[in-house]
Structures are given as structure tokens and as C-alpha cells.
């Protein structure tokens, strides 16, 4: 039996052409964490890393709790552009703005308050909670422009438009890293402000961001026809219960993968604070791949949303194949790199040799998890685009909670294997999350078709 790429190619190209301004936009998310590390890695010292680890593991829990409420309006938009109902998308965004700020004010006050008060009574060192309590309340403040941004960003990407938020993504970081490194190291006159330095940097880089992709979606050409019926007075609850539907399930499959490696970093930090400094540092270098694969999705999801509204459900397979075809590719080559530059790649971030032996084992295992990683996030997003967020929401559940972070805890101290163990963990819950996806996709997939088929049968 012979297997031929041709059916796809097409789909290769649209594909790709829709997912590599997405890939460096969702990548901006990342990399904010990222330069945060590398600016504190190298200007602050270990205990100062440590810190930026423990905030960010509890900060991107509640980041990717916001993003997948922002994400609910995307197959939406790219539904009823598919069906040419151009109107509703003005609508859509209406009541995506109202429900996005809400959320991210309540998450505010969920991440201050109440991460802030558990965090002391976690087994954590306390020189970092000493240093990670400012830098928290800052980052908590980012989370309002962040998702106003998401909102606009969501919105323009489910009718096509995705360079412009690229652009805005790189250029934000760009701003994040020069300010980051000017406040905490104290630059031109400005007194050093150590780890509170890149807190500040990440705010003023998020409200930049959100205000420009604003004035963009409104004052676009691109979009005129979408906002004609654009008003608040549209605020409704069928509407905003629409969004929330397809968002708060997605929200809660993003929150049991990020918070089973938030707790993992948790459970790291019973370790030891060198052994956290690594899995942040392991973490971060390992959340750029999944955020470039996590922009594939994206791509996807606005592809079978498009496909799904149009009832084209055999291009709608053939395009989520290909999907999976990219991101595999991907995911392989970054694998290689992992497990090529597993000693190099860590110096990016720090120079202490202990953080940096125990991070270069943390990559091999992280190299294994890449296919796994890449595979389950697009069938995340394929299945988005057409609806389908329930049955994947508790697949998830099932791999990250049931499966994954109790392997790794018993692994990494019942078993005292160490960051390692708890690493191998978070493997096994990849690779059951990935496989039950695909098979969640190929069964709806091949159900929709034959239903398509069958009313077309009795129609003649």
C-alpha cells in the first residue's frame, strides 16, 4: 500500500501560508517568558531565576486560562465567514470585548490575591518568594491589556488577517527585551530594579500592544464590511453565551496542560531551587516549540471552521491532515535540536553549570515529548474549528491530571528520581492526550462525512 502527498499540497501551502504569521505571533507570548528569564538569568542571579520560575508557572496557568476564553470567537468568525454571514462577526466581537475584559479583571484578582496567598504556604525557598512577590502583582496588571489584545488578535485571524498581529508581536517583544534589560540593570540614570525590572517591561509592552491591534481592526479597511453592525448595545446573553460555549471548554483544556507543568514546576521546587531554575529553564526552551506548534493549531482551527460553515467536510479532513503533516515535520526537527544542543542550549538562559547539567538532561526528555506535543495541540485545534470542545476538554483532563502529574510525582520524589522523573510524567500524558485526540478527529470527521452523504442520498 502507497501513501502520496499530492491530495495535500494544496492544503500544504494554504496552510502554511495562514500559520506562519500565527506561529510568530503565538510565538510573542512565549518569548516575553522567555526573555524575562534570559534578562534575570544573566543580570540577577540564580535565586532571581528561581523566582521568575515559580511566578511564571502559577502567571501562564492563568494566561492560557484568558487565551482559550479568547480563542471561543475565532471558529465563530471563521464559521460565518465561511457561510458569508459577514454582520455577525461585527457582533461577535462586540460581546468577545466585554466578555475578555471581565475575564481578565476577574483574573487579576485571582492571580494577586489568590495565587499570592497560596504561594506562601507552598514548600517553596523563601529568598525566592521574597523576590516573586512584586514581580507577581505586575505581571497579575499585564493580564488586562494581554487579553485585549488576544481579543483583536483572535478576531482578525478568524477572517484571515494574521501578519499584522505577527508584526505587532515582534516588535512588542522587541520593546520588552530593551526596557527589560534597562530596568533591571538600571541604565541611563534609572535605578536597578532587579526581578520587579521585567515586571514592568511586560506591562508596558502588553498595553502597547493592545492599543495598537485596536486601532488597527477599527480603523482597517480589511474589516469595514465585518463592523458595520460593531456596537456595544449588541451585548447579548445568547451571543455572549455562544463564545463562552466554545471558550470556556477550550480554556479549561489549555488550564489542565499548563497547570499540570505549573504544578510540576511546583513539585520541582520541593526539590530544590537549582533544580527549578533548570525546569524553568527546560520549560521555557521547550514552550517555544509548543507555542510555534500551538499557531499551527490555530491555523487549523481557522481552516475547519471555514470548511466546517461551508459543509466542505472531505476538504475539511484532507486540510486537518496536512495540519498534522506540518506540525509532525516540525516537531521532529526540533526534537533533533534538543537532543543535538542540549548542552549549549541552556546557556542562552543562565550561566550556573548546576542549573545548566540538570536542564540539559531535562531537553533530551522534553525532545522526546516534541511529536507528542505537536500532535495533540493541532488535534486540539482542528477540533475546535468545528465545534468539538467538550469530549477533547476531558481527554485532557484525563491525560495532564489523571494520568501525567501523578506519574511524575510518583516518579520524581516517591521514587526520588528527581526533576527527571517528574519530566517522564509529563511525557506519558502527552502521548495519551495526542493519541485519544486523533482518534476523537478521525471519528467525527468520518461521521460528519457519512451524515453529508446520507441527506444528500435522501435529497435526490
Known amino acids: ?31 516575553v517568558h522567555l526573555s524575562d528569564s534570559i534578562i534575570v538569568g544573566h543580570f540577577a542571579g540564580t535565586i532571581s531565576l528561581a523566582a521568575v520560575s515559580l511566578i511564571n508557572s502559577v502567571f501562564v496557568v492563568a494566561m492560557v486560562m484568558g487565551l482559550g476564553i479568547a480563542y471561543g470567537i475565532t471558529p465563530l468568525i471563521a464559521q460565518n465567514n465561511g457561510k458569508g454571514e459577514h454582520a455577525d462577526c461585527g457582533r ?34 523563601p529568598e525566592v518568594l521574597k523576590q516573586a512577590k512584586p514581580f507577581l502583582l505586575l505581571l497579575s496588571v499585564s493580564i488586562i491589556p494581554l487579553m485585549l489584545f488576544t481579543t483583536f488578535k483572535q478576531f482578525a485571524e478568524g477572517l484571515g488577517f494574521t501578519r499584522q498581529a505577527m508584526m505587532i508581536s515582534i516588535w512588542g517583544n522587541v520593546i520588552n527585551i530593551c526596557l527589560g534589560i534597562i530596568f533591571v540593570k538600571g541604565l541611563f540614570g534609572i535605578k536597578p530594579m532587579g526581578i520587579s525590572g521585567v515586571g514592568y517591561s511586560t506591562l508596558i509592552d502588553r498595553t502597547i500592544m493592545a492599543i495598537v491591534m485596536g486601532v488597527y481592526v477599527f480603523r482597517s479597511k480589511n474589516f469595514k464590511a465585518y463592523l458595520k453592525e460593531f456596537s456595544l448595545s449588541y451585548i447579548s446573553f445568547k451571543r455572549c453565551r455562544q463564545i463562552i460555549n466554545i471558550g470556556a471548554p477550550v480554556s479549561l483544556q489549555y488550564t489542565f496542560e499548563v497547570s499540570a507543568f505549573s504544578a510540576a514546576a511546583i513539585i520541582v521546587g520541593q526539590i530544590g531551587a537549582v533544580e527549578q531554575a533548570a525546569h524553568q529553564v527546560g520549560i521555557n526552551l521547550a514552550s517555544l516549540t509548543y507555542m510555534m506548534a500551538s499557531g499551527i493549531s490555530s491555523a487549523a482551527a481557522i481552516k475547519s471552521g471555514n470548511f466546517f460553515g461551508g459543509k466542505s467536510f472531505g476538504e475539511l479532513r484532507a486540510s486537518a491532515l496536512a495540519s498534522y503533516h506540518i506540525v509532525l515535520a516540525f516537531m521532529t526537527v526540533t526534537a533533533l535540536i534538543f537532543v543535538l544542543a542540549n548542552q549549549w542550549l541552556p546557556w542562552i538562559v543562565t550561566s550556573d553549570v548546576g542549573v545548566i547539567n540538570i536542564a540539559s538532561k531535562l531537553l533530551i526528555i522534553a525532545a522526546f515529548f516534541q511529536l507528542f506535543d505537536g500532535a495533540q495541540v493541532v488535534g486540539l485545534g482542528i477540533l475546535r474549528g468545528m465545534g468539538d470542545v467538550n469530549v477533547p476538554t476531558l481527554i485532557t483532563l484525563l491525560a495532564y491530571w489523571v494520568i501525567g502529574l501523578p506519574l511524575g510525582y510518583l516518579l520524581g520524589i516517591t521514587l526520588d528520581m528527581g526533576a527527571e522523573g517528574v519530566w517522564y510524567g509529563l511525557v506519558a500524558g502527552l502521548g495519551i492526550a495526542s493519541i485519544l485526540l486523533y482518534m476523537r478527529f478521525t471519528a467525527t470527521t468520518k461521521k460528519h462525512i457519512e451524515d453529508y452523504i446520507f441527506n444528500d442520498t435522501l435529497k435526490i
Open 1 to 31: 500500500m502507497s501513501f502520496s502527498f499530492q491530495p495535500y499540497k494544496q492544503h500544504y501551502r494554504d496552510n502554511l501560508k495562514l500559520a506562519i504569521p500565527v506561529v510568530i505571533s503565538q510565538l510573542g507570548h512565549t518569548l
Open 92 to 125: 461577535l466581537l462586540s460581546n468577545s470585548i466585554f466578555i475578555n475584559l471581565l475575564f481578565s479583571i476577574i483574573l487579576f484578582l485571582l492571580i494577586y490575591f489568590g495565587a499570592g496567598n497560596v504561594l506562601s504556604l507552598l514548600k517553596q525557598s
